[in-house]
């Protein structure tokens, strides 16, 4: 199937080497992205707590999508923060957790934006 019949389907997709990022994964960083994404205001990001691992689990609390009344917990907290944050909080996480600690994780969820360049 072509790129453009998958990406309108409502399922998910796993699309390798077929260019439509273009030079993208070549120029997005940590630093780059922090560095274009400084003016927009805040972006929602996942935190899983330290218990969970680094995993994060989804769900929906709404009642008509648990028609058998299964338990379920809110476990992750969605919250807005800045790129700025997002970044220097996953790293504070990332080194806790490699020098043995238990750490909360973040999940980036906003999109990335499109912003044409002023010429």
């Not at 399922?11 to 922090?34: C, R, T």
């Not at 990001?45 to 648990?66: H, I, M, Q, T």
Request: net charge neutral; hydrophobic share 35%.
């Amino acid at each position: 199937a072509d790129l453009p019949s998958l990406l309108r389907c409502s399922v998910p997709v796993v699309i390798e080497s077929s260019g439509i990022l273009g030079d993208a994964p070549n120029k997005w960083s940590f630093e780059y992205l922090e560095r274009h994404m400084d003016d927009v205001d805040n972006f929602f990001v996942l935190c899983a707590p330290a218990r969970s691992e680094g995993r994060f689990e989804y769900y929906d609390l709404k009642p008509e999508k648990n028609p058998c009344k299964f338990p379920v917990s809110k476990t992750n907290e969605r919250v807005e923060m800045r790129f700025g944050d997002f970044r220097r909080k996953s790293a504070e996480s990332r080194r806790a957790r490699a020098a043995g600690k238990l750490a909360s994780s973040f999940y980036l969820q906003s999109a990335i934006l499109h912003r044409e360049e002023e010429e």
